[in-house]
């Protein structure tokens, strides 16, 4: 009867007028020898996976995509397409187990009990991994992978029953094979380009030596945290034509292991961090599959994902919601300090120039520097005024970890008009920030200082620190307009036009391009701009 139960599955399976339907207990029940050829399927979204085991190894095939897991070493297969991913297999710090007092790492593969099954959520197909039993500690984990969808994004979910026992720290899913990879994004800072063979070594967020080296000393962890130092939660690679981007949907405790040295490659994986000393909710990430893409694609897939989820509000909405709001759009901007005095304490105080630690520019004096852009024609400004407060800046309150909106962090994007201009960053900038948020809060983007990237992103302008500089004044006007034109509107693309990555050109939705060159210091905005 088992038999002719599972014929008659496969025979439903290849009608397309049938729907199939798992005795899922009669399917835990079959004989050993039946394992190697399980048939199921399940929809996913408008998609249909079919879900199979051999020899082994798990196969989740949807229409476009297939995934390959294999028992035994956890390693990780994704055809898509053309084009082949490969995930490394389990390593000896996959997690990190708490009990007793004590912390233990150990492979996820090493559990002593592990068990794989079909799953279906309705909306999410895959297979479901229980794993238990490391060295008989009281924890439990349970893992999916699942094809999502009718783009059949590759979902993670990871959710544990901790006892005496809790997870500090998970590494999963593995980094991809990193032999296999061209190029890595990153969106720490406002995008980063990383070609696997850089020459440097490269940190998302260590600090480095005068010769481009990491600082030994610079063991930064808790930053590594993803809403803490980066502006969104994704990164993504590309491979040959074809593209793949990571999306952390569970960000406020995902952080990620990281290493890229001088020559490469590059190998990056999600970090899970403890919260309040155990797994504290269900964490998951999604990898989107981009048959002919680069990193306009990614940041694109990424804008999608932020709008689906609510994340994103336009600038338009912002404006409708409260009018003023229009009045920033070309206005320049300028940060004024009153009292800088910093504590002894404070990660900002200079040890070595001391007389750095303390400046005062009293109220009349900053009120006669704002008279003076009027005298030359700066009708409106935005002012940023900080050092107020009665000790001065940086004195009544405690340097605190949580993240502050004027880093440009995207959980910020609903609920801000403007944020201050994060830097560029090291190894080769790309603007992934502004292709995914042009449209959804302003930002100077280097303001007058770097003024070719402030215009490549169509930043707002900044009022410069020599307002009787002509030559300033006149960038600061140009930035000013082309805000005005471009600050309602998406960046549609972005391109680097030499090998060198010394040239580039962004187009926003009107049509409007923006041309630069680092090396001769010029640019080229069309239609040109009518002031």
Same mark, same amino acid.
């Given at each position: 009867?088992?038999?002719?139960?599972?014929?008659?599955?496969?025979?439903?399976?290849?009608?397309?007028?049938?729907?199939?339907?798992?005795?899922?207990?009669?399917?835990?029940?079959?004989?050993?020898?039946?394992?190697?050829?399980l048939p199921g399927n399940g929809k996913?979204?408008?998609?249909?996976?079919?879900?199979?085991?051999?020899?082994?190894?798990?196969?989740?095939?949807?229409?476009?995509?297939?995934?390959?897991?294999?028992?035994?070493?956890?390693?990780?297969?994704?055809?898509?397409?053309?084009?082949?991913?490969?995930?490394?297999?389990?390593?000896?710090?996959?997690?990190?187990?708490?009990?007793?007092?004590?912390?233990?790492?150990?492979?996820?593969?090493?559990?002593?009990?592990?068990?794989?099954?079909?799953?279906?959520?309705?909306?999410?197909?895959?297979?479901?991994?229980?794993?238990?039993?490391?060295?008989?500690?009281?924890?439990?984990?349970?893992?999916?992978?699942?094809?999502?969808?009718?783009?059949?994004?590759?979902?993670?979910?990871?959710?544990?029953?901790?006892?005496?026992?809790?997870?500090?720290?998970?590494?999963?899913?593995?980094?991809?094979?990193?032999?296999?990879?061209?190029?890595?994004?990153?969106?720490?800072?406002?995008?980063?380009?990383?070609?696997?063979?850089?020459?440097?070594?490269?940190?998302?967020?260590?600090?480095?030596?005068?010769?481009?080296?990491?600082?030994?000393?610079?063991?930064?962890?808790?930053?590594?945290?993803?809403?803490?130092?980066?502006?969104?939660?994704?990164?993504?690679?590309?491979?040959?034509?074809?593209?793949?981007?990571?999306?952390?949907?569970?960000?406020?405790?995902?952080?990620?292991?990281?290493?890229?040295?001088?020559?490469?490659?590059?190998?990056?994986?999600?970090?899970?961090?403890?919260?309040?000393?155990?797994?504290?909710?269900?964490?998951?990430?999604?990898?989107?599959?981009?048959?002919?893409?680069?990193?306009?694609?990614?940041?694109?897939?990424?804008?999608?994902?932020?709008?689906?989820?609510?994340?994103?509000?336009?600038?338009?909405?912002?404006?409708?919601?409260?009018?003023?709001?229009?009045?920033?759009?070309?206005?320049?901007?300028?940060?004024?300090?009153?009292?800088?005095?910093?504590?002894?304490?404070?990660?900002?105080y200079d040890i070595v120039n001391k007389?750095?630690?303390?400046?005062?520019?009293?109220f009349d004096e900053r009120a006669q520097?704002?008279? +003076?852009? %009027?005298?030359? =024609? !700066?009708? &409106?400004?935005?002012? /940023? #005024?900080?050092?107020?407060?009665? $000790?001065?800046?940086?004195?009544?309150?405690?340097?605190?970890?949580?993240?502050?909106?004027?880093?440009?962090?995207?959980?910020?994007?609903?609920?801000?008009?403007?944020?201050?201009?994060?830097?560029?960053?090291?190894?080769?900038?790309?603007?992934?920030?502004?292709?995914?948020?042009?449209?959804?809060?302003?930002?100077?983007?280097?303001?007058?200082?770097?003024?070719?990237?402030?215009?490549?992103?169509?930043?707002?302008?900044?009022?410069?620190?020599?307002?009787? +500089?002509? %030559?300033?004044? =006149? !960038?600061? &006007?140009?930035?000013? /307009? #082309?805000?005005?034109?471009?600050? $309602?509107?998406?960046?549609?693309?972005?391109?680097?036009?030499?090998?060198?990555?010394?040239?580039?050109?962004?187009?926003?939705?009107?049509?409007?391009?923006?041309?630069?060159?680092?090396?001769?210091?010029?640019?080229?905005?069309?239609?040109?701009?009518?002031?």
């Amino acid at each position: 009867m088992q038999v002719l139960l599972i014929l008659l599955l496969i025979t439903m399976h290849n009608s397309s007028e049938s729907k199939e339907v798992i005795d899922l207990k009669l399917w835990n029940e079959r004989p050993s020898v039946w394992e190697e050829v399980l048939p199921g399927n399940g929809k996913s979204g408008s998609s249909v996976v079919q879900v199979y085991s051999n020899n082994g190894k798990w196969f989740i095939k949807g229409k476009k995509h297939e995934v390959v897991f294999n028992e035994s070493d956890f390693s990780l297969t994704v055809n898509v397409y053309t084009t082949s991913w490969s995930m490394l297999p389990s390593q000896e710090n996959d997690i990190v187990i708490k009990s007793q007092g004590k912390e233990v790492y150990v492979r996820l593969s090493d559990a002593g009990k592990r068990q794989v099954e079909y799953f279906d959520a309705g909306y999410k197909t895959g297979i479901k991994i229980v794993l238990s039993d490391w060295d008989k500690l009281n924890l439990k984990l349970y893992l999916t992978l699942c094809l999502e969808g009718k783009d059949e994004d590759l979902a993670f979910h990871v959710s544990a029953e901790e006892g005496q026992a809790t997870i500090r720290q998970l590494n999963w899913p593995t980094a991809l094979n990193p032999e296999d990879i061209d190029y890595t994004f990153l969106s720490n800072m406002r995008g980063v380009l990383l070609p696997r063979d850089w020459p440097r070594p490269y940190h998302p967020i260590r600090t480095y030596e005068r010769h481009l080296s990491i600082t030994p000393t610079d063991r930064s962890e808790v930053q590594s945290n993803m809403i803490e130092n980066w502006s969104m939660s994704w990164w993504g690679f590309q491979k040959g034509k074809s593209a793949l981007i990571v999306i952390v949907e569970t960000p406020d405790d995902a952080a990620y292991k990281f290493s890229h040295p001088a020559g490469g490659p590059t190998v990056i994986c999600p970090h899970w961090l403890s919260s309040l000393g155990k797994s504290s909710y269900p964490l998951s990430i999604r990898m989107s599959f981009i048959e002919n893409g680069n990193y306009v694609d990614m940041s694109k897939r990424y804008r999608k994902y932020v709008m689906d989820i609510g994340q994103f509000v336009s600038l338009k909405e912002k404006i409708a919601r409260e009018p003023m709001v229009e009045k920033l759009i070309g206005t320049p901007h300028l940060r004024q300090h009153i009292l800088r005095n910093y504590k002894p304490e404070s990660r900002r105080y200079d040890i070595v120039n001391k007389a750095n630690n303390y400046r005062l520019i009293t109220f009349d004096e900053r009120a006669q520097q704002l008279r +003076n852009l %009027k005298s030359k =024609g !700066i009708e &409106r400004v935005f002012v /940023t #005024l900080a050092g107020w407060t009665y $000790l001065g800046y940086d004195r009544q309150h405690p340097d605190v970890m949580s993240p502050s909106p004027e880093a440009g962090a995207d959980w910020v994007i609903p609920y801000v008009d403007y944020t201050s201009g994060a830097n560029a960053g090291s190894c080769i900038p790309a603007p992934l920030y502004t292709l995914v948020y042009h449209d959804a809060v302003m930002t100077p983007e280097g303001g007058n200082r770097d003024y070719l990237r402030c215009l490549l992103n169509g930043g707002d302008p900044s009022v410069p620190g020599d307002i009787t +500089n002509e %030559k300033d004044m =006149g !960038i600061m &006007r140009t930035i000013s /307009t #082309l805000h005005k034109k471009v600050a $309602l509107q998406e960046m549609t693309n972005y391109e680097f036009l030499d090998k060198d990555y010394r040239k580039e050109r962004s187009t926003f939705l009107d049509g409007t391009t923006v041309t630069i060159d680092k090396d001769t210091g010029t640019f080229e905005i069309l239609p040109e701009l009518k002031y």
